[in-house]
């Protein structure tokens, strides 16, 4: 039985598959998408991406008690937004691109649906769901919001698949500035610069910063820890992202790591430019 978040239940998860035993999984927070996942993210001793284990089969039991998520710090809750913010994007450029999902095959169009779903559920209900936390209370917006970080963003980018934006995290971790700020929140970062980077509408862009000041997930690389990076630790990320076999390749477009560093700063800029509207409002 793995009880706890990410990390925990991943290590849950890869040591059942190790012993060849069934896995209860009980999320005490809902920061992230690994609970109802067949896969394992290993990370060297550093804090840095290593790879990702896939596993055979879905956890056998997965146990969420929103009282229990309720009274978590609610900083768990919008990580767990910012992971399934990228659902979405991600696994519609696997749709756009025909590129495998994690078990190496096209998505169907019921992961494809529940992705939206997972996008739908925490624009709307994000933010009075982040409120019910604060006030350790459960409300119907708590449960919806709970359900699509663990289940809609699970099934989304396990069935979907993943692209730029998890891959921008990979790359993000190689920073160790960025290692006090956690997957969601440099996830959230990862979608931010995807839009650039793969050409979103003005008005897709919008709606998503707008989402994440409005919920408090960082749109600023000053936020997760690289206040005044350099364009030469932000390459090295890059890199990490573009590496051969990163789901960044899942993108309907080909992507550079310049264009990567790029994407990267125009996201912080304009994250800073809504932060100053905001101080100056
Ligand atoms: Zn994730």
């Not at 927070?29 to 896969?39: G, N």
């Not at 994690?102 to 169907?108: I, K, P």
């Not at 990862?190 to 919008?206: C, H, M």
């Not at 990320?237 to 790029?262: D, L, Q, S, Y």
Request: aromatic share 6%; proline share 5%.
């Amino acid at each position: 039985v793995g009880f706890g978040g990410g990390k925990t239940l991943d290590t849950a998860k890869a040591v059942a598959h190790a012993l060849e035993i069934p896995v209860a999984i009980v999320p005490t927070i809902a920061s992230t998408d690994a609970p109802c996942s067949a896969l394992s993210v290993i990370y060297t001793p550093e804090g840095e991406v290593d790879r990702y284990l896939i596993l055979p089969k879905n956890p056998e039991l997965v146990l969420v008690d929103t009282a229990v998520i309720a009274r978590a710090p609610a900083r768990f809750l919008v990580a767990g937004i910012g992971d399934a913010l990228a659902t979405w994007f991600e696994a519609e450029a696997c749709r756009q691109s025909y590129s495998a999902n994690m078990s190496g095959d096209l998505g169907s169009v019921t992961a494809f649906a529940l992705a939206r779903l997972c996008y739908d559920t925490i624009l709307e209900y994000g933010l009075p769901a982040v409120i019910s936390c604060e006030e350790g209370v459960v409300t119907p917006a708590l449960e919806r919001v709970v359900e699509a970080n663990t289940l809609l963003s699970g099934l989304g980018f396990e069935s979907g698949g993943l692209g730029a934006a998890h891959a921008i995290h990979n790359g993000l971790t190689e920073l160790a500035g960025t290692h006090d700020s956690w997957h969601g929140e440099k996830v959230a970062i990862g979608v931010l610069a995807s839009l650039f980077l793969t050409d979103k509408p003005r008005e897709i862009i919008d709606e998503v910063f707008d989402f994440c000041m409005e919920v408090g997930l960082p749109t600023t690389l000053e936020e997760i820890g690289l206040d005044g990076v350099s364009d030469a630790d932000l390459m090295r990320a890059a890199e990490r992202a573009c590496a051969e076999g990163e789901t960044i390749h899942n993108e309907p477009i080909p992507i550079t790591p310049e264009a990567v560093v790029a994407a990267l700063r125009a996201a912080d800029g304009e994250g800073r430019r809504l932060m100053d509207g905001v101080l100056e409002g």
